[in-house]
């Protein structure tokens, strides 16, 4: 027994001398971020950016009318005695107001003209009630002028027959293009090329479809350009 219980002892000492296997180390794994671009996103920040380019233009064009306006306004209040008077100011108050209210009723959305041709009627108001008939007579003619622009506007979109999908600019775009590209026939590259634009080249944009731009050019041409070929001058 105690010769049993001696062997055992030594055993237990020598296992316990014997070195200790080192721990597995499993591989380190590498992950690598894999950026994958959603083609309907990009086409959703083309359109932003476009409609941006239109508001951009649309505040620009509102404010150099406002200057003119302000400009002709005073001219206007320097001439009282002006050969306008109280009936033809009133009448041309009037229809302003009416153009105004059709083409608000005529529209699912508030036109961009109609904050403009507001702003107008309220001030043909102001100088009506100063007794100056030919201020208020010129800005009431300043509203009818925008409300047949805006009319002029609606029918040049039916006579072009507008493509599924094409939005119309508030107002047209004054663009410049950034390098060589080709005008197509529509929007698209299954289009025929219309006509190549140089560098430089100004064009006037009046619509766009997903990424597509309507334009023409100072000789007339017209056609459809990529976004990415044009800018504003």
Do not use: H
Not at 38 to 60: S, V
């Amino acid at each position: 027994m105690r010769s049993c219980l001696a062997l055992l002892s030594v055993a237990a000492i020598g296992g316990a001398c014997q070195p200790q296997p080192k721990p597995l180390e499993l591989p380190r794994v590498i992950r690598d971020t894999v950026t994958v671009r959603d083609p309907d996103q990009d086409k959703r920040i083309a359109r932003l950016e476009l409609q941006a380019l239109a508001k951009d233009a649309q505040i620009e064009d509102l404010q150099a009318k406002l200057e003119e306006t302000r400009a002709e306004v005073v001219r206007a209040m320097a001439k009282l005695q002006s050969g306008a008077n109280r009936a033809q100011a009133a009448s041309a108050m009037a229809e302003a107001e009416v153009a105004l209210q059709t083409m608000k009723s005529g529209s699912q959305e508030e036109p961009p003209e109609a904050a403009e041709i507001t702003r107008f009627v309220r001030l043909a108001a102001t100088e009506f009630n100063k007794a100056n008939y030919g201020g208020a007579l010129y800005l009431a003619n300043q509203a009818k002028t925008l409300a047949s622009l805006y009319r002029g506007r609606l029918s040049a979109g039916a006579r072009e027959n507008a493509r599924p999908g094409e939005t119309p600019f508030a107002v047209p775009l004054k663009l410049v293009t950034t390098t060589r590209g080709n005008v197509r026939g529509g929007p698209g590259t299954g289009f025929p090329i219309v006509f190549a634009a140089d560098s430089g080249t100004t064009l006037t944009g009046f619509s766009y479809a997903d990424e597509w731009i309507r334009i023409s050019d100072d000789t007339g041409r017209g056609g459809w350009i990529f976004r990415t070929l044009v800018a504003r001058p």
